[in-house]
């Protein structure tokens, strides 16, 4: 049976084409015992999670009001379009491992909580799965590609025009490129917080093409993903 896919929130068209693939011929092939629905939703999650699987409901969620609002990538230079993007195929393929570590144990059906190990499993494969989609396409969706996401993104980028116009132009004028973060500010956080040494940061951007938008140096979703993924890899 094939997996249903229900939209509650529009999320584009793009968004539910890395779905189809994902379940039909890609990483969550075979597991149409653990999931049999998968639910885009807007801001009905508790805790402000981006997604969850439901063994008992063969259901993965995906909350696109909070794939906005989680600002995981945009803490790191990632611009507000590309944030929303990479959180939702990150939760995507992140909840798909969660039911392919069902399929392979079904007794993990019986904790209540995962523990750390199968959350440090699901959250590398989400960021390995994002480092693949950034290898093969790696072209941040438009505003007009992203469904209720590019309506409410169009919003809060119009709020933040008054106080923020050059940030909120480069924003713009990079959607529907694969220029996805800001070099200086993803080297420093990725400093920052320790999560990278200078000389791995420094190693890192060595290879990388420098691209110029405006005045502000940026980096292509891959050279982002990329970054992220090593510094994950510990
Ligand atoms: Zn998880």
Redesign the pocket.
């Known amino acids: 049976m094939a997996v249903q896919i229900t939209v509650h929130a529009y999320p584009g068209q793009r968004f539910l084409d890395i779905i189809n693939d994902a379940v039909n011929t890609g990483h969550g092939e075979g597991l149409e015992d653990e999931v049999q629905n998968i639910v885009i939703t807007f801001d009905s999650l508790l805790n402000g999670k981006t997604g969850a699987f439901l063994p008992d409901e063969k259901t993965i969620i995906i909350d696109i009001g909070h794939c906005i609002t989680n600002h995981y990538w945009l803490d790191r230079g990632a611009t507000s379009i590309a944030n929303a993007w990479f959180n939702m195929i990150y939760t995507l393929f992140?909840e798909l491992k969660?039911a392919r570590q069902l399929s392979e144990r079904p007794e993990l059906v019986q904790m209540a909580h995962?523990t750390d190990e199968y959350?440090t499993d699901?959250r590398e494969y989400g960021f390995l799965s994002l480092e693949e989609w950034s290898i093969n396409d790696g072209v941040i969706p438009e505003l007009d590609e992203l469904g209720v996401a590019g309506e409410t993104l169009k919003e809060s980028l119009n709020q933040l025009y008054a106080s923020a116009t050059e940030e909120v132009d480069i924003e713009l004028s990079a959607q529907g490129t694969n220029l996805a973060g800001y070099m200086a500010k993803t080297a420093t956080t990725l400093v920052e917080n320790g999560e990278m040494s200078v000389e791995e940061v420094h190693a890192a951007f060595i290879d990388m093409a420098v691209n110029s938008l405006g005045n502000q140096n940026m980096i292509t979703s891959e050279q982002f993903v990329n970054l992220r993924c090593l510094a994950n890899a510990s």
Request: aromatic content about 0%.
């Open positions: 992140h969660h995962l959350e699901a």
